[in-house]
């Protein structure tokens, strides 16, 4: 490729890109190094004879597995943790989670008639006051109060 570097470079140029990343056609050496001027550059990226290479990438395929690993529960062990149990999952999130079902529950019971209006209210500032740890909790104590089919 001898004689073709000032035109790589003026390519380099024209395309925007590294030296590096050009390509030169080696059937046509010949014509790049007659080529002098830009426009005779431009004319050979014209043809094709000179090409702009594909930039080298970070294969992200092995990331991608491991993503999937992480989403199935795996590779989170011990040594894979950064931050403390309460930093990667926050008992803020966690309250909120289970007191915004809580009260989607009671909303649902009220709507369908199995709570009355202070009976919903009762238990409405018992979940608030942390009552009940799950929903499940709060159902089995509204059929304690109301019956297994609501009011007898």
Do not use: F
């Amino acid at each position: 490729m001898s004689g073709s570097s000032s035109q790589k470079r003026l390519a380099a140029e024209l395309l925007g890109v590294g030296v590096s990343r050009i390509w030169v056609d080696p059937d046509k050496l010949s014509d790049v190094a007659n080529a002098i001027t830009r426009e005779d550059v431009r004319t050979l990226i014209k043809d094709g004879t000179v090409k702009c290479k594909q930039p080298h990438g970070i294969s992200r395929g092995r990331a991608r597995v491991t993503d999937a690993k992480r989403k199935q529960g795996h590779r989170t062990g011990h040594g894979s943790r950064k931050g403390a149990k309460r930093a990667r999952s926050p008992k803020k999130a966690l309250w909120m989670r289970k007191i915004r079902a809580q009260r989607r529950t009671l909303r649902a019971l009220r709507d369908d008639n199995t709570l009355d209006r202070s009976a919903y209210r009762r238990m409405y500032r018992k979940a608030k006051g942390g009552e009940y740890r799950t929903v499940g909790i709060l159902t089995a104590q509204v059929e304690n109060i109301m019956g297994p089919r609501g009011r007898e």
